[in-house]
């Protein structure tokens, strides 16, 4: 209960500072509007990357199905003139049927190899549409995407990818927290004893894999309408590994990990791109000290500070 | 009809025959140890059982049916659940948690529904909450409750091994060298353990190395020695056995002092 409520609390403020400061404040800005709701997107997606890491899986194949979302938004708003909000729901189911067809033979790999053939799935979703000829316009990617109806502004598109992200971070954490949540964990922790209890692991570790793409997918949707175009380029490798980092930086305890992950390296990116030439040096070294320092991410820094406190409390001698 | 049968089962791996020809079965109610030396194969003839591994020849049936083939999750789904030899729980869970996912066959309502938390979820979770008590008070396992598995010591963590398998509510359980590295006293308790769970009318098979406790236990003893049976009987008739002695429990006059 104690630690509920905090985490109740924290996503009021988190859902206050997102719909209601914000707004107000940077209204004007679009520079900043820009960046957050690119934050926002980017969370979004890594909350999927956070779920296939329930699993105990390493996902870096999310940028693959941002692609997949982007160009599928892309293909039915330019050529068949297809409404925004109906290409969005298309686009997560496009990015979900492929996970479901490529997730079943992978995932029965773990560690390593898992990760290296997600990061390979990138890589391969670029050149597909790189290759994909006329229908995907090859290198020169899809652009003039119309803007959706009801999102002309930057506001707009801000406020829809807030309330998008809001959204996930309530439906990711009802998961973690309910019996389908605490069967993930468990496959995270030992497939072979989940088996032999009755959870059929290759179903549940599918349907972790088609939620997380299906997010991904989402965020790629949302990107390309908000952008405007879409490139094979779009989203690479590092994009992929980014996602990843988010999680990683801000912890895999809860789903609030991956949003403070992806805000704190996005913003700080953009802070950083003051001193251009030192941004990637500074970036570097800011991650190392996080991973070295907080090996359980950024979420984990109260936890730490509260046990310190406690040991010096306790250090005091009975008098 | 037995209630688990293993009909002339093998298991080949490249050009090592672990498990050779092996028939057996075991009768509801029933416990029965398979017993033999370091790689007689017990371990290899669990994992066929359990659905780990598949047969290179002969079926395993479970009330008539085969489950030879099988996904181990689908065979736990017809009443037949395994332990491991390593004392193997969700490490990062709470004790109490580790019960309650494994009640996870008995869950009745879609993601979704968990998802919106409905009172039907709700109810089932209160009742897989007391159950797993139940289940944990069972296995003298109560106030350690919300502690970490991780932190528990081997025996206790060998009993929520049982907790979990019990959960599963089945007709067989296997159970991998329950009484393995405990002391006397400890062992005493796990054999109790064992006879409570076959006097709740579930048949057990076990595999086990402690001699003294699987002759006081057991009903039947099957024996294994590189791979294949060489005797089967009551504990008292296996202890007289000729091969058995010759092979696994050696004579009194060939005890050398180390």
């Known amino acids: 209960m104690m630690q509920r409520f905090p985490a109740l609390a924290g996503f009021i403020l988190f859902a206050a500072v997102m719909l209601i400061a914000i707004p107000l404040l940077l209204a004007g800005q679009g520079y900043w509007l820009t960046v957050l709701t690119t934050a926002a997107l980017l969370a979004f997606g890594s909350i999927g990357v956070w779920l296939t890491f329930a699993i105990g899986r390493i996902n870096i194949a999310q940028g693959a199905f941002a692609l997949i979302g982007g160009y599928v938004v892309a293909i039915l708003c330019t050529r068949y003139h297809t409404s925004f909000w109906i290409a969005l729901p298309l686009s997560v189911l496009a990015a979900m049927l492929v996970a479901t067809l490529v997730g079943w033979p992978i995932l029965r790999l773990r560690g390593v190899y898992f990760a290296m053939i997600t990061l390979s799935l990138t890589e391969v979703a670029s050149l597909a549409f790189l290759n994909g000829g006329s229908f995907t316009e090859g290198a020169s990617g899809i652009t003039s995407i119309p803007r959706p109806a009801l999102l002309s502004s930057s506001l707009a598109i801000y406020i829809a990818s807030a309330l998008l992200l809001l959204i996930g971070i309530v439906v990711a954490w009802r998961f973690a927290v309910s019996p389908a949540g605490a069967v993930f964990r468990s496959l995270r922790q030992g497939e072979e004893l989940a088996a032999s209890l009755g959870i059929n692991i290759a179903r549940y570790r599918l349907l972790a894999f088609i939620a997380s793409s299906g997010m991904g997918g989402a965020a790629g949707a949302m990107f390309a309408a908000f952008q405007q175009n879409i490139f094979p380029t779009s989203y690479t490798v590092n994009d992929s590994v980014n996602f990843m980092l988010y999680c990683f930086l801000g912890g895999l305890q809860s789903v609030a990990g991956p949003v403070v992950g992806a805000f704190l390296l996005v913003i700080a990116f953009q802070l950083l791109s003051a001193i251009q030439r030192f941004q990637a040096l500074l970036y570097g070294i800011f991650m190392i000290a996080a991973m070295l320092f907080l090996p359980n991410g950024l979420m984990s820094l109260p936890q730490l500070l509260l046990a310190r406190r406690d040991r010096r409390a306790d250090a005091v001698p009975p008098r | ?258």
Do not use: W
């Open chain 2, 1 to 258: 009809m037995s209630l688990l049968a293993v009909e002339g089962v093998s298991r080949r791996f490249g050009g090592l025959t672990a498990v050779n020809n092996v028939s057996f079965s075991v009768e509801a109610g029933e416990i029965l140890s398979v017993i033999g030396p370091n790689g007689a194969g017990k371990s290899t003839l669990f994992k066929l059982i359990a659905g780990f591994l598949k047969p290179s020849a002969g079926h395993i049936l479970l009330d008539g049916r085969r489950i030879d083939g099988l996904r181990p999750h689908a065979i736990a789904a017809r009443g037949l659940v395994r332990t491991f030899q390593e004392t193997t729980v969700f490490r990062e869970m709470t004790v109490l948690e580790n019960v309650v996912v494994a009640h996870h066959l008995r869950r009745r309502h879609s993601v979704l529904a968990e998802l919106l938390a409905t009172p039907g979820v709700h109810a089932e979770q209160q009742e897989f909450l007391a159950d797993s008590r139940k289940l944990l008070a069972r296995l003298s396992l109560s106030g350690l409750e919300d502690e970490e598995a991780r932190n528990l010591p081997h025996g206790h963590l060998r009993a929520l091994g049982i907790a979990m398998a019990l959960a599963v509510r089945p007709r067989v359980i296997l159970l991998d060298e329950p009484f393995t590295g405990m002391n006397s006293e400890e062992t005493e308790r796990a054999v109790e353990i064992v006879r409570d769970i076959r006097a709740g009318g579930i048949t057990v098979v076990l595999v086990e190395h402690d001699m003294g406790a699987v002759m006081r236990i057991s009903d039947r003893i099957v024996v294994l020695n590189f791979g294949t049976l060489i005797a089967s009987g009551v504990p008292s008739a296996i202890q007289q056995d000729e091969t058995v002695i010759d092979a696994y429990l050696g004579r009194a006059d060939e005890i050398v002092a180390l």
